[in-house]
């Protein structure tokens, strides 16, 4: 046995009890898409994991191997792989699955299994409702939908507005929460539209957005769809501005969408340009090992592990001391939040803050505070 010894968690220095803990590997199981329609967002993931393992390893700290179990986001994949998580004693945490309807399919086997099942990117309000091991340190659309509609109607000026969404448990979530909000702050939603993940004409869908006459369109999708959807709009010579949750944010739909997402509205969690020095630490440390910029996934992805490996030196590598431990540990080093601290009620991180942003000359850059032409 080993002593406990503090690691470098990103750029951040992690103090732990002088406790002994394995020397041999731990092992943390993700659930998300390597292949179909959503395998970059895995890609993403790994990247990012692959970082956070390799710093934790150079400091000192445990010894961190996942197993990558390709769902496609799909919920019939996501409970196989969950039976195949519980039933191997070598996984003391999961981690995923990407979307929050194939996250919640699997979560009952988790529940009955002991296994905290660790949702980053399950935003959907009703994730953590499903069992005292279901965890997530990402915002609940019953926060996120709100700070939107502020965004786009006391920010930006819009009170006649389309909402396109995604016709999955997450969009049609999501747009409700928009819509309640948005009547609630005085603006007219003038039509609500929903469309499929494998689709990529939306000229009819836009046509009966055209015809609603709105002053603003909300986008409640993530980025490979928001950057089809922004060249379709514009080719239709749909001129209003667009405002979209923050899960479009990423370097993929400048990418993607080139000159047709000039224009594009959003709001993040995660920005490159903040200057916190965990943040910059690890942009840098990014950069350096991929050539490209993170986006918010890799943020999020990199936290996670970060946090299953303080988990682990903190509190012990056992599925128990993970249950127990994440109601337990506190101010976690965090490049999203700055410190990750956990609400044992709700299972979720607190304080989030955001940073609204504008896609402008094939940039994301902060609002000015400028109202868009409507």
């Known amino acids: 046995m080993l002593k406990r010894r503090a690691f470098v968690a990103g750029a951040a220095l992690l103090a732990a009890a002088p406790r002994a803990w394995a020397a041999e590997t731990v092992t943390v199981g993700v659930s998300g898409p390597l292949t179909g329609p959503n395998a970059q967002y895995g890609a993403q993931w790994k ?100 700070n939107l509609a502020d965004y786009a109607i006391a920010g930006l000026g819009m009170s006649k507005l389309a909402v396109l969404h995604l016709n999955t448990d997450w969009g049609t979530t999501s747009k409700t929460l928009f819509v309640k909000a948005a009547e609630v702050k005085g603006a007219q939603v003038v039509a609500t539209e929903g469309f499929l993940p494998s689709e990529r004409d939306f000229r009819s869908t836009l046509v009966r957005i055209r015809d609603a006459q709105p002053n603003g369109i909300i986008l409640e999708a993530y980025y490979a ?16 501005p667009i405002a979209a949750v923050g899960s479009v944010y990423s370097p993929k739909l400048l990418e ?40 918010g ?51 979720r991180v607190s304080g989030a803050r955001y940073e609204r942003l504008v896609v402008k000359d094939g940039k994301f850059t902060l609002w000015d505070g400028s109202k868009p032409a409507i």
């Open 225 to 240: 769809d928001a950057a089809v959807i922004a060249r379709q709009v514009r080719e239709l010579g749909l001129k209003q």
């Open 47 to 146: 990247a990012s994991f692959d970082l956070a393992i390799a710093e934790v390893k150079a400091a000192g700290g445990p010894a961190i191997e996942y197993v990558f179990e390709d769902s496609q986001s799909d919920p019939r994949q996501s409970v196989a792989i969950a039976q195949k998580f519980v039933n191997d004693p070598r996984i003391i945490m999961e981690i995923g699955d990407f979307s929050s309807t194939a996250s919640m399919a699997a979560s009952p086997i988790y529940q009955r299994g002991r296994l905290v099942q660790f949702g980053m990117t399950n935003s959907h309000p009703d994730f953590t409702k499903g069992g005292d091991y279901m965890w997530s340190s990402s915002i609940s659309q019953a926060e996120e939908q709100p």
């Open 297 to 347: 996934f890799n943020a999020t992805a990199y936290d996670t592990m970060n946090l299953f490996a303080a988990l682990v030196q903190q509190l012990g590598a056992s599925r128990d001391a993970i249950h127990t431990g994440l109601a337990k540990i506190k101010d976690v080093p965090s490049v999203v939040y700055g410190k990750m601290t956990f609400d044992p009620a709700t299972r």
């Open 256 to 295: 993607l969408g080139g000159d047709a997402v000039n224009g594009i509205y959003t709001q993040a969690q995660f920005f490159p340009d903040d200057p916190r020095p965990e943040v910059q630490g690890f942009v840098k440390a990014f950069v350096a090992k991929y050539g490209r910029q993170p986006d």
